[in-house]
């Protein structure tokens, strides 16, 4: 079974501040991506890496992909409170029977406060 | 109008009823998902369908059950709802000819409380 966690489970910060999520595996994953729920509401994507070592930037959101693949970052430079949500790794196997499925980290709640 | 619709978007029921919940897609896409959101476990996927032939049991499948009826339809079926299956439900779908990396659309999900 291949397992994402993410930190911190929880965080708070004032607008204006910078932070960082984690999401790391044991297991080797083909592409990894990030999405962000806002309450009431599905998932939605924000990103996928796929190299080792990769860098994404969303304007003020920036990913990076581990280089061996098991784990990823999401940075967020000058937080807004429209920021908030629960942000959400999933990773892909490599594998036929895991290639068409995701496995969903626990998530990280993030509240910018104004 | 949404590409991934869910219904119902709530449903309170009580242990030992049969109900349904459905999802239907506009996307073209030929994968969907069901999963199960409680607070703090994140999305656990309970079954998964390729195509209209195709369908696969999740991590969490016991207790559920579902039907591909077209492309763009694909419901889940909780045959005697318990109270432990009080949690949130989302269908997702992808495309596997649009992109190698399984990147999901998301319904707005259903709220299931049971007594």
């Known amino acids: 079974t291949q397992l994402l966690e993410q930190s911190p489970q929880f965080l708070s910060i004032q607008e204006g501040e910078n932070l960082t999520v984690y999401c790391n595996s044991s297991?080797?994953?083909?592409?990894l991506q990030w999405y962000r729920q806002e309450p009431g509401e599905g998932p939605v994507l924000l990103v996928t890496v796929v190299t080792g070592g990769e860098v994404k930037k969303l304007k003020r959101l920036t990913f990076q992909f581990g280089d061996a693949r098991k784990d990823s970052s999401l940075h967020i430079t000058a937080a807004q409170p429209g920021d908030t949500g629960l942000y959400l790794c999933a990773g892909r196997g490599w594998d036929y029977t895991n290639a068409g499925k995701s496995t969903f980290g626990d998530g990280t709640t993030l509240t910018v406060k104004p | 109008d949404a590409d991934v619709t869910q219904t119902p978007r709530n449903r309170i029921t009580k242990t030992g009823k049969r109900i349904m919940l459905e999802c239907s897609q506009t996307k073209g896409h030929d994968r969907m998902y069901w999963y199960r959101q409680d607070p703090g476990l994140g999305l656990r996927l309970i079954y998964y369908s390729f195509d209209v032939k195709d369908i696969n049991k999740g991590e969490i499948s016991d207790g559920y059950s579902v039907s591909r009826q077209a492309q763009a339809k694909f419901s889940l079926s909780l045959e005697s709802a318990i109270p432990n299956q009080t949690a949130l439900y989302f269908c997702?779908?992808?495309?596997?000819?649009?992109?190698?990396?399984?990147?999901?659309?998301f319904g707005p999900g259903t709220r299931l409380t049971v007594l």
């Open positions: 297991s080797v994953f083909s592409s």
């Open positions: 997702a779908t992808s495309d596997s000819a649009g992109s190698s990396y399984n990147e999901q659309f």
